[in-house]
C-alpha cells in the first residue's frame, strides 16, 4: 500500500515565524502535490512537483514556497506565518508510471495554527 | 477556471436510507474520482470513472460518470453509520493529467 507520512498532526506557530512541513511518500512517485482545505472553500492546490527539483505554482501559492531535493519528500515552507494560514494542510502522490496520474494518495493531514 | 459543484453540501440521514451525491461542471473532465475523508485523515481514494456513462459498484455504492463527461452521482444503499464521511469528487481536466479539480464535498451523517 502506498503509505504518505507526514512529519506533524497539529502544530501552533505565532505570526512572523517560519515553518517547514515535511511530507514523505514510500512509493517512488513521481508526483507530489501540497493542497490546504478550509470549510466552505475545499482543497485548494498550493503547489505541485512531477521531479525531483522541480515544481509549479498551484492556485494559491502566494506566501508559500516548496522544496523538493529528493523524490520521496516534498516540503512546505511558510516564510512568515500569518493568521490567515491556519489550515488543515494536505499532502498527496501520485504516478503516471506506476498508476494513473490523476489518483492521488493523501497523507493524513498538519492542522495548523497561526496564533 | 473549472469548477466542480457538489450538492447537497451536507445530509444527514437515518441508518438503513439510500441517498444520492451529485457532482456537477460544465467542463468535460477526462476522468472523474471519488475520495471519502474522516475527520482528521487525509481523503481515501474509492473510485476513478473515465467513460461516459461508465458506472461502476463497490459493494453499496454506485457511481456513474456522464455521458458528456461533465457530470457525477454517487449513490449508497442502505446507508450504515460507517458511510459518515466527507465525499469529495475530483476532475482531471486532461488525458493522464496530474492536477484535479476538487469539489467542496459533501458532508453526510448516517444515525443509527
Known amino acids: 500500500d502506498v503509505k504518505v507520512t507526514q512529519s506533524s498532526r497539529y502544530l501552533v506557530k505565532r505570526t512572523g515565524e517560519k515553518v517547514f512541513l515535511e511530507c514523505v511518500q514510500d512509493?517512488?512517485?513521481?508526483?507530489m502535490f501540497w493542497y490546504r482545505q478550509d470549510p466552505g472553500l475545499g482543497l485548494r492546490l498550493i503547489y505541485f512537483?512531477?521531479?525531483?527539483?522541480?515544481?509549479e505554482k498551484g492556485d494559491i501559492p502566494e506566501g508559500y514556497s516548496v522544496s523538493r531535493e529528493k523524490k520521496e519528500r516534498f516540503s512546505l515552507i511558510l516564510e512568515s506565518a500569518s493568521t490567515n494560514q491556519t489550515s488543515m494542510y494536505l499532502c498527496a502522490s501520485s504516478s503516471p508510471v506506476f498508476l494513473r496520474a490523476d489518483e492521488q494518495f493523501f497523507g493524513p493531514g498538519t492542522r495548523l495554527t497561526v496564533l | 477556471t473549472q469548477l466542480l459543484e457538489q450538492s447537497p453540501q451536507f445530509l444527514s440521514i437515518q441508518e438503513g436510507e439510500n441517498l444520492t451525491v451529485y457532482c456537477n461542471s460544465s467542463?468535460?473532465?477526462?476522468?472523474l474520482q471519488w475520495y471519502r475523508q474522516e475527520p482528521g485523515e487525509g481523503p481515501v481514494l474509492l473510485v476513478t470513472?473515465?467513460?461516459?456513462?461508465e458506472v461502476k459498484k463497490l459493494k453499496r455504492l454506485t457511481f456513474q460518470f456522464g455521458d458528456a463527461r461533465k457530470d457525477s452521482s454517487l449513490h449508497i444503499t442502505a446507508a450504515q453509520p460507517g458511510d459518515t464521511g466527507l465525499y469529495l469528487c475530483a476532475g482531471a481536466t486532461q488525458g493522464g493529467s496530474e492536477k484535479l479539480v476538487f469539489g467542496k464535498g459533501t458532508k453526510l451523517t448516517v444515525n443509527p
Open positions: 467542463s468535460v473532465f477526462s476522468s
Open positions: 512509493m517512488d512517485h513521481e508526483n
Open positions: 470513472v473515465v467513460t461516459g456513462g
Open positions: 512537483s512531477y521531479d525531483v527539483k522541480m515544481k
